[in-house]
């Protein structure tokens, strides 16, 4: 029996962070003999990030690191209202790596709350990207999926407008929106967004249809990547699953027995690594295919 690899569609950077790591690299071309900086990881992938800072990128935890006048990369998740005033106080020169999902939801949440509506999210309360929705948008309420399954909100707006961190699984979005007006209704409006970046949207569905046909999918992405666990919590529910962060991670046990393999990545994760990992992959396919037939 062959072996089969099958690789998703959409690996790799999505356009967005693809965007954002030329805009970085073309700012540490331009100033070889100063600092760049960068408050945490501007893309939640650890590997990306250490080649970056070969590369010269400084980064640091907290903004007071970063010395006044210098030159600042802010993440393409957002960021908080108070680190951009602050930002503005010690007269950084910014870069804006902002994903433009990101910054439609957030236009889209402050539309809202300035039209007088109420906004919920379904998102990660502690994640960089809800939170810096939440500093234009005090009022938000931010909700996961066992706070609707578990009856713990209550909605007292008259109008409210629902929407989702770029990330999530949009079925997930899907069965929550409708949970939230089924049980506070009668509302006098309800809006619903889709805002789940699109390409999030296309490697769920391809990671669906990975799990259904492969013996193992291998889901390669930072271990701080929401979308990334996303991909591996939906490969998990049809077949076995591994999410990949490293390449020292990978063994020629994971494929052992295995007839047919699929590859899909979370949108942060580097070209590089993909092919490096499918390198690796194929090497241990191809042991275990010639030993078969030397069995025989």
């Not at 602050?86 to 007269?91: I, N, V």
């Amino acid at each position: 029996m062959s072996i089969e690899l099958l690789v998703a569609k959409n690996c790799g950077f999505c356009v967005g962070v693809r965007d954002a790591v030329s805009k970085l690299e073309r700012v540490l071309e331009e100033h070889p003999h100063e600092k760049v900086y960068s408050l945490g990881m501007f893309i939640h992938n650890e590997q990306e990030i250490a080649r970056l800072q070969e590369k010269g990128l400084v980064v640091v935890k907290d903004i007071e690191e970063v010395p006044d006048g210098s030159l600042l990369l802010l993440p393409s998740h957002g960021s908080p209202s108070h680190i951009r005033k602050r930002c503005e106080e010690k007269r950084l020169r910014t870069v804006d790596l902002m994903c433009v999902y990101v910054k439609r939801l957030q236009q889209i949440a402050l539309d809202l709350h300035r039209s007088g509506f109420g906004v919920v999210m379904l998102g990660d309360k502690n994640h960089p990207e809800v939170m810096a929705v939440k500093s234009l948008v005090p009022s938000l309420i931010v909700v996961d999926k066992e706070d609707v399954l578990n009856d713990n909100l209550s909605l007292d707006f008259k109008s409210y407008g629902i929407v989702s961190q770029t990330t999530q699984s949009l079925v997930t979005y899907r069965s929550v929106a409708g949970s939230l007006i089924e049980k506070n209704f009668p509302a006098k409006e309800v809006r619903v967004y889709n805002t789940v970046c699109w390409d999030v949207i296309t490697r769920q569905q391809e990671v669906r249809d990975l799990a259904e046909r492969c013996d193992v999918v291998f889901v390669l992405g930072g271990k701080k990547s929401a979308n990334t666990r996303r991909l591996y919590e939906i490969a998990k529910e049809k077949t076995q699953a591994c999410h990949v962060w490293d390449l020292d991670q990978v063994s020629a046990g994971m494929v052992e027995g295995k007839k047919r393999v699929g590859i899909i990545s979370g949108t942060s994760t580097p070209d590089w690594f993909v092919g490096a990992f499918k390198e690796k992959i194929e090497k241990f396919l191809f042991k275990e295919k010639v030993e078969e037939g030397d069995s025989r």
